[in-house]
């Protein structure tokens, strides 16, 4: 399912405007315009986009104030930040406040294409956990917020049943007396940007094999019951993590 | 009167010495033995009292022919007599004894003694010998003399070198801190040139990139919208892709050089930096490299990114050296605080009245590039605790050895 982006292009400078508008429609993508912060703000509040694309040095309101009056009101909506100076204090600040990443102009078409492609694609989720019932729950819970879930209750053939594209996976630590350890080393051997939750409900018997399971880098740990607000805070982290590394800034940060 | 001579009174062994001098005259003039004991005591009293006095004055000598023949005159300038002697005394020890009122508000006394021999008829001879006993200095005063005017000459001669010498070193210091301050502003103007110009390359770098962006995404656009024109049309979009690739990579030369970051040092193998660095420009074909570095050089403690960029520069500057070929050769090799690595090639050299220069902002003998690249590398070795040196020969080749600290413990 390919759902229809909205993009958000803001730049003072109109020809640069006029041209990325031009490149993404040709390229299958419209996007609308804003010439300043104000602006942007304006249309950010009253329709919904899935991305921001801003440059920083605007006058009046520069890209990185912009992009804090937009995370207090659309705290989800990523938001890129472009710009001609690389060596601008803002860069770091946006970062900081977390701006999915911060492009060099000249920018790189085909990175921003594919970036695009990436948010235009539905969040998957794969459960394993033995629980029937918790796998379903949770999928139904996924699903409203809009995740793709598929779900496991064994070990079994986990891998090979793995879909390629699934983005996160939340892993029960013991099923049936079997340590998830060795299947995260697998899953990590197969797909080791696939980023791996783990969840248990036995914290103190579990906690050794958690913390190997961290030092060979699961992502962290959940405990049951869990906290929803919690995973969906979890969830979004890794999310802006895999967009940020798609778009793999050049600018600001030392190698 | 024939004048004998006088006797300088200036001090307490002046009394001795008058005393002396009229014994032994008044014995080559034939005084009796009372007579000359007497005549030498009164001098004696008289020049004891103005000397207590703290008086100076001159004693006078003459010879005198009066009625029965030649006597001995004295002649003593005093302030008060009654002090010095008895009149009676006086007048019992001369013949005759005249008192008079001096300008200078001296009493003069002269006084006047026949002498034993009334026959005596002075002759030249006898008169210079008196005379020349008269002025003769006392052995022992004159010893003393000579004796002081002897020291006095070896301390005026002995300070004299230690003022010649105080000199000396007073000169050299002050060219030794002449030089120093030429240097450190020197090196001064040559930084604060740098940071402005590192500032200038900055700003433009920068304003660049925006008409750029606008540009490279036009480029892109038309690429894409005219996918299937004709070849002439697709060649130019390429031309013009390409040439703002160009552009691009110049803004970023243009950027490296304004960079101030402070160094952020970790330890790096060195042969990693190089081999980086030849990776990024490979030789031509003319260009042979020969790399030397051993594997137990130890590790460097410095900032990757900006040695890296030195690396990058030297070697480019290496070739840029050979344009008709030759070889690069790297070599490294440590002490115990320091890695040296040079980076040799076998070019055009540099002349003697250069070598001053190349380190200079802006300098540069080719014919384009803005010539920032050495004094860029200087600074970004130094601020890493390191050192760039230079040895060359004109048309035969240059070696650029720099120098990098080892992690102290």
């Known amino acids: ?255 | 009167m024939i004048s004998i001579g006088k006797i300088s009174i200036k001090s307490e062994s002046s009394i001795v010495e008058a005393r002396n001098k009229i014994y032994v005259l008044a014995q080559d003039l034939k005084f009796d033995i009372i007579s000359t004991t007497r005549l030498a005591t009164i001098t004696s009293q008289l020049v004891r009292g103005m000397v207590k006095k703290g008086k100076e004055f001159t004693l006078k000598v003459w010879l005198d022919q009066r009625e029965g023949g030649f006597g001995l005159v004295l002649e003593f300038p005093l302030k008060k007599i009654k002090d010095a002697v008895s009149i009676e005394m006086l007048n019992a020890v001369f013949d005759s004894v005249e008192i008079s009122q001096g300008e200078d508000r001296f009493e003069y006394i002269e006084t006047f003694k026949y002498l034993p021999d009334s026959d005596f008829k002075p002759t030249k001879e006898f008169i210079a010998k008196i005379k020349k006993q008269i002025e003769r200095l006392p052995i022992e005063e004159l010893c003393n003399k000579l004796q002081e005017a002897y020291t006095k000459l070896k301390r005026a001669e002995e300070k004299q070198r230690e003022y010649s010498q105080n000199l000396e070193d007073m000169v050299e210091e002050r060219t030794k801190r002449t030089k120093e301050l030429q240097d450190a502003q020197d090196e001064l103007v040559r930084k604060g040139k740098l940071a402005i110009l590192g500032q200038l390359a900055g700003g433009v770098g920068h304003e660049l990139q925006n008409p750029l962006g606008v540009i490279s995404n036009a480029v892109y656009y038309l690429k894409t919208i005219l996918s299937d024109a004709d070849e002439t049309t697709r060649e130019y979009l390429d031309l013009i892709a390409s040439e703002v690739h160009d552009s691009e990579k110049i803004i970023l030369g243009l950027l490296d050089l304004s960079r101030t970051n402070p160094a952020i040092r970790e330890e790096v193998a060195i042969s990693e930096l190089i081999e980086l660095a030849l990776d990024k420009q490979p030789p031509s074909e003319n260009v042979k490299i020969d790399t030397k570095i051993p594997k137990d050089i130890p590790l460097v403690y410095i900032d990757p990114q900006q040695i890296g960029q030195v690396m990058f520069n030297l070697i480019v500057n290496a070739y840029q050296a050979m344009p008709e070929g030759g070889i690069l050769n790297i070599k490294a090799n440590s002490d115990k605080e320091k890695v040296y690595i040079s980076i040799a090639d076998t070019g055009c050299g540099i002349s003697d009245e250069n070598m001053k220069k190349i380190f200079d902002p802006l300098f540069t003998t080719r014919a384009w590039g803005i010539g920032l690249g050495l004094s860029v590398s200087k600074n970004l070795v130094e601020v890493n605790g390191g050192n760039i040196e230079v040895e060359s020969q004109e048309g035969k080749g240059s070696t650029f050895t720099v120098i990098l600290p080892i992690k102290e413990i």
Do not use: W
Request: with cysteine; proline share 4%; net charge positive.
């Open chain 1, 1 to 255: 399912m390919v759902k229809r982006l909205r993009i958000l292009i803001v730049d003072d400078d109109c020809n640069m405007v006029r041209t990325l508008k031009d490149i993404f429609m040709v390229k299958g993508c419209p996007v609308e315009t804003a010439y300043s912060g104000f602006e942007a703000l304006k249309k950010a509040r009253d329709e919904n986009f899935d991305c921001v694309i801003t440059d920083i040095k605007m006058p009046k309101m520069n890209g990185v104030e912009f992009y804090l009056a937009v995370k207090s009101i659309k705290p989800e909506l990523p938001v890129v930040l472009m710009t001609a100076y690389s060596t601008d204090k803002l860069v770091k600040k946006g970062l900081e406040e977390g701006a999915i990443s911060v492009l060099a102009k000249p920018l790189d078409i085909n990175t921003i294409l594919f970036f695009f492609s990436t948010l235009q694609k539905e969040r998957s989720v794969a459960i394993v956990d033995d629980n029937l019932n918790f796998c379903k729950t949770l999928r139904d819970i996924l699903q409203k917020q809009g995740f793709v879930v598929s779900y496991f209750t064994n070990y079994h053939n986990l891998i090979e049943n793995l879909k390629p594209d699934c983005q996160v996976m939340l892993l029960d630590m013991k099923i049936n007396k079997i340590s998830g350890l060795d299947v995260l080393r697998k899953v990590r051997k197969k797909y080791p940007q696939l980023p791996v939750v783990l969840i248990t409900a036995h914290r103190e018997e579990m906690s050794s094999k958690i913390k190997t399971a961290l030092e060979i880098s699961a992502y962290t740990c959940l405990y049951k019951p869990l906290q929803i607000e919690r995973l969906f805070k979890v969830l979004s982290e890794i999310h802006h993590k895999q967009l940020s590394m798609i778009l793999k800034q050049s600018v600001g940060k030392k190698k």
